[in-house]
Each structure stands twice: as structure tokens, then as C-alpha cells.
């Protein structure tokens, strides 16, 4: 059965006082592995995308997605896994898209953002819920097949235009800042 992720543009209810709408635009619950590198921690594990079909089911995209964020760097992350907590997501992260076994990682940080998307409304916001999880990363990185290029990148040497999907504003959350 194939994998469904935590990226809702309905939920159904009992009606009850205490119903639960989502927004219009939708709402992902997410998890992000900054890795550091041993001896550099303003380096962290970044990559860019091979335009592999193993995506759709990794990382919930697609290949017109794919293509899209290919020539930018990106964390390794997707959203939550329907009822996986977000530690365990940590751990299949490091693992599937790194290559390597994350040992308990300490709590993740965790943020909320709710802003409009390009092509919607003022009104209609898209929220966003982030668990960042920093471990120390492994001594070597191994070539992995999801990725052109995975490695340790200063992340101060990059600018924002140059990560995919946001992932320089989910850095800044943590307090590790890319170029203007």
C-alpha cells in the first residue's frame, strides 16, 4: 500500500462542537533533518535532487515537482507518513534519504507558519507545521541514487533563490542564516 503523508486540503468530521477544519489551501506537517557536518557547523547535509520516480513515494512529490526543484538545494525532509510520530520520520529520513542510522535524536524544534501561496487569495492561507530535528551528521557522506549531488554545504555561502521549496526560511527558524 502506498505511503499517504500528512498534507491535508480536507478533513472529514463527526459534527461536533469540536470540529476541525483545514484551510482552503491546505495544511502539511513536515519533518527536516539538519544535519551538521563534524567539524563545520555552519555546514549542513544538502542535496539536489536526481529526477528519480522513488520520490513520489520518499518524499511525496512528483515528477513534474521533481523537476521544478532539481538545480536547488534542499534538506532532507518530507511530510509526516500518516501516524508516524516525528521521530520516527527523522530517523526514515536519515536513512532512506541519507544512507545512514540516526541514533536518538534529541526533540525537534518545532514551528507553525500560515501564509498565502502563489495563485490563492490574501485569505487563503496555507499552514504549515515544521518538527526540525539537528543531529550531528556522519563523518562521510556516501553518494545516495535520489540525489545529483548530496554534501556538506555552508549554508552562509548560499542565497535564499538557491534552496527549493522554502528550506533557507525553515534554516533561519533554527538560526542558521543564508545570504540575503
Known sequence: ?????????????????????????????SVFLVLTAPHDPASVVLGRMN?????????????????????????PSSQLVLFESPTDAARRLARELVGFELPQPEPPQVFSEAYPRTGGGPNDLHWDLHFVFRAPG???????????????????????SEFARNQGDVLELIGILPKA
Open 138 to 160: 556522519p563523518a562521510q557522506l556516501s553518494p545516495h541514487p535520489l540525489w545529483r549531488e548530496l554534501s556538506y554545504v555552508r549554508v552562509d555561502s548560499l542565497l535564499r
Open 1 to 29: 500500500m502506498p505511503r499517504q503523508f500528512a498534507r491535508f486540503r480536507t478533513l472529514v468530521s463527526p459534527s461536533s462542537v469540536d470540529e476541525f477544519t483545514v484551510p482552503a489551501d491546505g495544511m502539511c506537517l
Open 51 to 75: 529526477p528519480d520516480p522513488r520520490w513520489e513515494e520518499l518524499g511525496a512529490m512528483g515528477p513534474e515537482r521533481v523537476a521544478r526543484f532539481a538545480g536547488r538545494w534542499m534538506l
